[in-house]
């Protein structure tokens, strides 16, 4: 596992600043979390990097809409702090068809925010993106949060997750390896 909790100025090479409509369009740099900007780790690849996005129902173009990161774990020990990631999720809209001649509706979900929690003797800030109005998504409604308990201390990690899209995200799931001792 790469180590981003701290970076070693003669380990990385010269990256330059991104043009200031890319920071603009970064709702943080990180620093606070990976001690240099996001955009200054070589090795650091967001999920969406070589895909094909799709595009939304609006005339915004999807690379002039804001990013965020989840960073779940900078390190070896916030992978054994890490306990819970959610996903804040509202429904959307509601699906018609038929199954079997059978017509049916049901509501389809949308993904509004993941949240990222440790275990409280680690005492670290929870990490979120996605809508909230508290910055550590206490405002979040437990009716709406789907949750992923994660035993970091035990050994679980995460070693992937998947967001499925349409025009905005809809569902994650997430893969757990549950023997690292």
Known sequence: MEDYS?????????????PPLQCLLWKD???NILSSPIWNLPRLHTSTDGLER??????????M???EAIIWAKDRQELRNLKRLSGYVVIGGTLSGSQNG????RPYHDLCGIRA?????????????GIQKERDGSDWFEENCVHFDIDGQGGEQ????????????????????????
Not at 54 to 63: F, G, I, L
Not at 102 to 105: A, L
Not at 119 to 129: C, D, F, K, T
Not at 158 to 181: C, N, Q, Y
């Open 102 to 105: 059978v017509p049916y509706t």
């Open 6 to 18: 701290s970076i070693l100025e003669d380990s990385v090479p010269e990256i330059p600043q991104p």
């Open 29 to 31: 740099d990180y620093r």
């Open 65 to 67: 809409v804001p990013h």
């Open 117 to 129: 929690e440790f275990s409280p003797e680690y005492n670290a800030e929870r990490r979120v993106i």
């Open 158 to 181: 995460i070693i992937g997750i998947s967001v499925a899209m349409h025009e905005a995200p809809k569902t994650i799931k997430v893969k757990l390896l549950s023997s690292l001792r």
């Open 54 to 63: 799709p595009r939304n129902n609006t005339d915004v173009h999807p690379e």
